[in-house]
């Protein structure tokens, strides 16, 4: 089936605008995850979404960045007022959720969304 | 908190030739689940290869093992007979128990030299 994706693949925005990315998750994968990668590093969280939870939204790094999943499904992550650190790819993941410590599962990834503030 | 670390910013291998990655954690749980991704020039992270912490035998899929030490909190990977297509950025991420967040470490960016 469809993996995830997420658009744009890419965008270039001037510092101070706002910006949307989105991600559509796997069909039936109730946890959905942001995460921003800067060049050369690795992942950093921002934010989880699981079913009708409130949001984990500890790695957001200010309150310029938000995100809202609507219908438990498609997400969206807002950052407000760009600086030019936010530059980063940004990646969702999504996976299915297990109900005992014995069963966790494995994220899928989207192919992201490469974010450059000029 | 738990921590992942990776302690080979860059490693090179000739084709066809074995080479392994560190990674090492740290956490107080017992039960807890381990991964190794990769992520091509294409940017599209792909899962690897998965070990539950509860199972003593090293996973394996094709040319990629796992070397998983528990009591040392240490999880290399293996990959035998290095493929150009293997050249990529390899990530190790730790996943715990009651919780779906994953935890990833820095990277190692593997390239395979012809």
């Known amino acids: 089936g469809a993996g995830v994706s997420q658009s744009p693949s890419n965008k270039v925005t001037e510092k101070g605008k706002d910006v949307e990315l989105r991600c559509d998750p796997i069909s039936g994968h109730t946890a959905l995850y942001w995460y921003r990668q800067s060049l050369g590093q690795g992942l950093e969280f921002l934010i989880y979404?699981?079913?009708?939870?409130?949001?984990?939204k500890s790695g957001l790094p200010s309150d310029r960045f938000s995100a809202e999943r609507t219908g438990g499904s498609v997400s969206t992550l807002t950052i407000q007022r760009t600086q030019q650190e936010d530059s980063a790819v940004y990646l969702c993941a999504s996976s299915l959720v297990g109900t005992s410590a014995n069963k966790r599962y494995e994220q899928y990834f989207g192919p992201g969304t490469r974010l450059t503030v000029t | 908190a738990q921590t992942v670390t990776q302690s080979q910013p860059e490693m090179s291998v000739q084709e066809a030739e074995t080479v392994t990655l560190s990674c090492t954690y740290d956490?107080?749980?017992?039960?807890?689940?381990l991964f190794w991704y990769k992520q091509p020039p294409s940017r599209q992270m792909i899962l690897v290869i998965r070990?539950?912490?509860?199972?003593?035998q090293n996973a394996t899929e094709n040319r990629f093992s796992v070397n998983f030490q528990k009591a040392a909190k240490s999880f290399s990977l293996k990959i035998s007979d290095s493929q150009l297509g293997d050249t990529a950025m390899y990530f190790c991420?730790?996943?715990?128990?009651?919780?779906?967040?994953?935890?990833f470490g820095a990277g190692t960016r593997l390239t395979v030299k012809p």
């Open positions: 956490t107080s749980e017992s039960n807890y689940y």
């Open positions: 991420a730790f996943m715990k128990p009651y919780n779906n967040d994953m935890r």
């Open positions: 979404f699981q079913g009708n939870s409130a949001p984990d």
């Open positions: 070990q539950e912490a509860y199972k003593q």
